[in-house]
């Protein structure tokens, strides 16, 4: 039986993408999930498919900006539960812009939800992980946290971020706490729609053309939860064959 089976997962951005497709995966293999984004349809119409798959889901609508949302969402973990094995700290977005259109708000938000996000989910589970002498911290990175590319200055100094603190987790946590860092390239989702300037908007969806689907993001996730305890995957890169980025 997978090690998957029965583990408590908390999923933040699962009402798409990689998050939703992660989400699939891991109640296929037994998990029990619990699922944050803010749109309550998405994440009520994916508890349903879940349940009537025969696994097991329960979601709170959540904005990783606001810390007592993602607290929330762990203590619905714990009282629905009784403990949280995973985080998959997934939630973000990329509106992607030359920084001579100063669109400060967007960057505002990058930093907001990609990277004050992802720290709010870590204090949120990391209490109860070290109460379990156990747990696990996966943050979507990208490979925009590895390389930096134009109209990308900002989206990659969050994956950048994200990859720093994944780091942290894995030197701090010892022999408690596993850490992961994903770092997918262009994969299928609605990241793409969150950029707000067309020229780039263009360029970056004739990238897209070759992206791979977001069961290849899951397949990852899953593959370092399914480990044994003793051995913590660190860091997954993943692209499309073709990208040369
Ligand atoms: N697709 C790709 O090519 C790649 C994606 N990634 C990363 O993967 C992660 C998932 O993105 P992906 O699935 O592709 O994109 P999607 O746009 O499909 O999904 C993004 C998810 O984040 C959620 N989200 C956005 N803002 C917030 C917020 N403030 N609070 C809570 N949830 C929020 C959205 O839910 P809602 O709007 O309902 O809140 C949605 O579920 C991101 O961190 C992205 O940077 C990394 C590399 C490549
Ligand atoms: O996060 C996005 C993936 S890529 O466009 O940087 O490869």
Redesign the pocket.
């Known amino acids: 039986m997978s090690e998957i089976n029965g583990k408590v997962v908390i999923i933040?951005?699962?009402?798409?993408?990689?998050?939703?497709?992660t989400a699939h995966r891991l109640a296929k293999a037994g998990a029990k999930l619990v699922l944050?984004?803010?749109?309550e349809e998405?994440?009520q119409a994916l508890r349903d498919d879940i349940v009537a798959q025969g696994g097991e889901a329960i979601y709170r609508v959540?904005?990783?900006?606001?810390r007592e949302?993602v607290e929330s969402l762990a203590q619905a973990a714990k009282e629905a539960y009784g403990r949280i094995d995973v985080l998959v700290n997934?939630?973000?977005?990329?509106p992607l812009s030359p920084l001579d259109q100063l669109k400060v708000d967007e960057w505002d938000?990058m930093i907001?939800?990609?990277i004050k996000?992802v720290l709010y989910g870590v204090a949120a589970v990391l209490p109860t992980m070290r109460e379990q002498h156990a747990g696990h911290i996966i943050n979507?990175?990208?490979?925009?946290g590895h390389v930096v590319f134009p109209s990308a200055a900002v989206?990659c100094a969050?994956?950048y971020a994200?990859k720093a603190i994944s780091e942290g987790i894995r030197q701090e946590g010892g022999e408690e706490i596993r850490s992961t860092n994903?770092?997918?390239?262009?994969?299928?989702?609605?990241?793409?729609?969150?950029i707000s300037d067309p020229e780039t908007a263009k360029g970056v969806n004739e990238l897209?053309e070759m992206?791979i689907d977001?069961d290849a993001?899951a397949r990852a996730i899953a593959f370092a939860i399914e480990q044994p305890a003793d051995v913590d995957i660190n860091e997954l890169i993943l692209r499309p064959t073709k990208q040369p980025l």
Do not use: H
């Not at 933040?12 to 497709?21: D, K």
């Open positions: 933040t951005g699962a009402s798409s993408g990689l998050g939703e497709a944050g984004a803010r749109r998405r994440l959540t904005d990783v900006t606001d949302q997934n939630a973000g977005l990329m938000q907001d939800v990609n996000g979507l990175s990208s490979v925009a989206y969050t994956k994200v994903i770092s997918p390239g262009a994969v299928a989702t609605e990241l793409t729609t969150t897209y992206a977001a993001v």
